[in-house]
């Protein structure tokens, strides 16, 4: 099953970059040691090893310590798209005063994003074909309800 060039080109836009965030997901969410996290942590905390700079402190060591959980994590880009073209660089951490709110929004980005990458998956699939414009109209819709955030 092949996946068209422009899904290829979309799909690449749905890529997560790490120095482009504020720790979003190390923060925002919770996780639980069961699930492959450091700790039980409770949301809108940030995780003991998330640095001021947002950048992981056993980064290079997390397939040593079978950190699953952070290694399988994918935001789909919504990480850097909060932080840099909805929040233009203002975090959780040097605008307390919004953090609530720019977590609540990371929250929603993720799950728009998450769906607009498996709508794009599914136009790669053979059997889907037959529902193709019904998808793009889905990946369409999608974008407007991204731009509209918060
Ligand atoms: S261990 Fe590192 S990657 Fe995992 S949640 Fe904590 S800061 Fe994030």
């Known amino acids: 099953m092949k996946i068209h060039d422009e899904n290829i080109i979309s799909l690449q836009s749905l890529k997560s970059d790490c120095s482009q965030c504020s720790g979003l997901c190390c923060t925002a969410l919770f996780f639980s ?13 940030p995780c003991s090893n998330l640095q001021k700079n947002y950048q992981c402190k056993i980064h290079g060591e997390l397939e040593k310590k079978k950190m699953k959980g952070c290694i399988g994590y994918d ?18 951490q040097n605008t307390p005063g919004k953090a609530k709110e720019i977590f609540d929004v990371y929250i929603v980005v993720f799950q728009l ?15 889907a074909k037959i529902l193709k414009s019904n998808i793009k109209s889905l990946i369409q819709e999608n974008e407007i309800i991204c731009n509209s955030v918060p």
Request: with cysteine; hydrophobic share 35%.
């Open 75 to 92: 935001c789909f880009g919504a990480g850097q798209q909060v932080t840099q073209s909805i929040y233009f660089g203002q975090t959780w």
């Open 113 to 127: 994003y998450q769906i607009r990458y498996f709508l794009l998956e599914s136009m790669s699939l053979l059997p």
């Open 33 to 45: 040691k069961m699930d492959g996290f450091p700790e039980d942590k409770q949301a809108e905390k």
